[in-house]
C-alpha cells in the first residue's frame, strides 16, 4: 500500500514498525530516514534477507524515488508480510516535505 510521508512520519511512531531503506550502500550511506535498515534491493541476496524478517511487524519501505520501494512492498506481500507501506515518492518527498535525512556519522 502507497502513503505519503504525513502518514509515514505517524506510523513511525508505533514501536511494531520497521523502518527499510531498500537504495543501494552508497545512496544509504549518504542520509536515511531515522531509525532505517538497509536491504540494498539490486543486492543478491536481497530476497533471502527479506524472507528472513518477522511477517508480523509493520514495514515501512523507501528508495529514492519510490519505484524500487514499491516493487519491494510487493515482493513482501506476496510472500506473506501482513503489513508494508511505500513511502509514495521516497525520500525526494521526505526531503520536499522538508524532513531530514540522518548520516552514520550521527
Do not use: H, P
Amino acid at each position: 500500500m502507497d502513503i505519503d510521508v504525513k502518514r509515514f512520519k505517524e506510523l513511525i511512531k508505533d514501536e511494531n514498525v520497521v523502518i527499510l531503506d531498500c537504495r543501494t550502500l552508497d545512496e544509504f550511506e549518504n542520509g536515511f530516514i531515522f531509525g532505517a535498515i538497509n536491504y540494498d534491493i539490486f543486492d543478491i541476496s536481497f530476497r533471502d534477507e527479506i524472507l528472513k524478517l518477522d511477517r508480523d511487524r509493520i514495514y515501512l519501505v523507501y528508495c529514492r524515488s519510490g519505484q524500487r520501494s514499491s516493487n519491494a512492498v510487493e515482493f513482501m506481500k506476496a510472500n506473506g508480510f501482513k503489513v508494508a507501506y511505500n513511502l509514495v515518492g521516497g525520500v525526494l518527498a521526505w526531503n520536499f516535505a522538508g524532513e531530514e535525512l540522518v548520516e552514520e556519522s550521527e
